[in-house]
């Protein structure tokens, strides 16, 4: 219900992922937005939705509209207690941003807890350079460029021949 939603409410995503990744559903539950605490997070830099509801497993045709909803025009998505979502125009921009966004939420979890036992808070960066590193590494290109070694390593390995 989740896939169907965004594709029919997004005709520019050729591609979306879902998963109930460990720190993905992790961050999830703590009913929040990553914050720009890294060069890796400013990529998601305002391209980024919180689903702040959970209604159990998404079976429901109105759930997967509500979720395509709240991730609008944006890249990616935590929906609350349950995991991450993304999505892109290509297969490797989408798979590149899942890793990213899973690895942002491992970051962050552990930068909370790191600052949380030393009584204080994570640094943010500021708008302007979040904002500044977003235009190089958020970009549909900067996904796709970034996925392309792993893609065609991949393919590689398996005997995948592009030219078949």
Request: glycine share 8%; aromatic share 10%; with cysteine.
């Amino acid at each position: 219900m989740i896939h169907h939603a965004v594709h029919t409410a997004r005709p520019d995503v050729n591609c979306v992922a879902h998963s109930h990744s460990i720190y993905g559903r992790a961050f999830s539950a703590l009913g929040r937005n990553i914050d720009m605490i890294t060069q890796d997070s400013c990529a998601f830099y305002n391209d980024i939705a919180l689903y702040d509801a959970f209604r159990g497993i998404v079976l429901d045709e109105e759930e997967g509209i509500a979720i395509a909803s709240a991730l609008g025009q944006k890249k990616a998505a935590v929906l609350r207690n349950h995991g991450l979502l993304t999505c892109a125009k290509s297969i490797e921009a989408t798979v590149f941003w899942f890793i990213s966004l899973e690895s942002a939420c491992r970051a962050q979890l552990l930068a909370d807890a790191a600052a949380g036992g030393l009584g204080g808070e994570t640094v943010k960066i500021d708008e302007a350079d979040a904002a500044y590193t977003y235009q190089s590494t958020g970009s549909e290109l900067a996904g796709w460029f970034s996925a392309k070694p792993a893609f065609d390593s991949m393919a590689k390995v398996s005997g995948f021949d592009p030219k078949l």
